[in-house]
């Protein structure tokens, strides 16, 4: 049990379809984060929620949707993706970031396949 | 500059031996820098982490080395064993608001 559960494990959807990734952290941690793992890449982060809002957006297309409707809940809009945006979906949590060293906790992703 | 340079991309070990992988950086606004181990099919997770103004931190058989002067660190996992066996990315964080900026990883085998 990792405090952060991502769901679903797997998605695999056309490029037409909508679809919704969800993260939800039992750690008390007051920021979440959308990460993206593609193969030998670095992590690239994508969004930032820092007490319910938004403090980052990493140059993101906005086919990528992120809602936090409070701070234990994260999700990922998907809509009309492409077969580039296949890849690992990583979701964490943390504390205030602007606050000492707080670590990430990383949930164990979504593993999404666009066809 | 916000990168982390990682090397090498793969590495292959047998068990007993030293690991070390490397990191460098360019931006002087970094002020932490932690190491995340991930396993196949998890997410990665915090392993040991550094702050600028200590040049060594070790716990258990994981030793970072920092060198400020040089904008570089390593992590060392002496005694490797099978169970190491994982992808390692070095990261820094960025004191401007907190960002964390990580290396591109690096794929540990290590062999019986």
């Known amino acids: 049990e990792t405090g952060v559960t991502q769901t679903p494990r797997h998605l695999v959807m056309g490029m037409t379809n909508k679809k919704s990734l969800k993260c939800e952290q039992h750690?008390?941690?007051?920021?979440m984060y959308w990460y993206k793992q593609s193969a030998k890449k670095p992590l690239e982060l994508m969004f930032v929620?820092?007490?319910?809002?938004?403090?980052e957006n990493n140059s993101v297309p906005s086919r990528f949707s992120p809602e936090c409707p409070n701070s234990s809940h994260l999700f990922l809009h998907l809509h009309t993706l492409q077969p580039e945006d296949s890849a690992l979906y990583l979701c964490a949590s943390s504390q205030d970031p602007r606050q000492g060293n707080s670590p990430l906790h990383f949930g164990n992703g979504t593993r999404l396949t666009v066809t | 500059q916000q990168q982390v340079k990682q090397s090498p991309q793969s590495l292959i070990v047998q068990k007993g031996g030293i690991s070390i992988i490397n990191c460098a950086y360019e931006?002087?606004?970094?002020?932490?820098f932690p190491w995340y181990q991930q396993f196949p099919g998890k997410g990665p997770a915090l392993l040991i982490a550094?702050?600028?103004?200590?040049s060594e931190k070790k716990e258990g058989r994981f030793t970072i080395s920092f060198n400020k002067s040089a904008k570089q660190f390593s992590l060392h996992i002496m005694d490797s064993q099978p169970g190491d066996s994982a992808t390692y990315f070095c990261?820094?964080?960025?004191?401007?608001?907190?960002?964390?900026?990580f290396g591109q990883g690096t794929e540990l085998s290590v062999k019986p």
């Open positions: 929620y820092n007490f319910k809002e938004q403090t």
């Open positions: 931006n002087t606004a970094f002020d932490y």
């Open positions: 990261a820094a964080r960025d004191n401007q608001g907190g960002k964390l900026i």
């Open positions: 750690l008390g941690h007051n920021a």
């Open positions: 550094i702050r600028p103004d200590v």
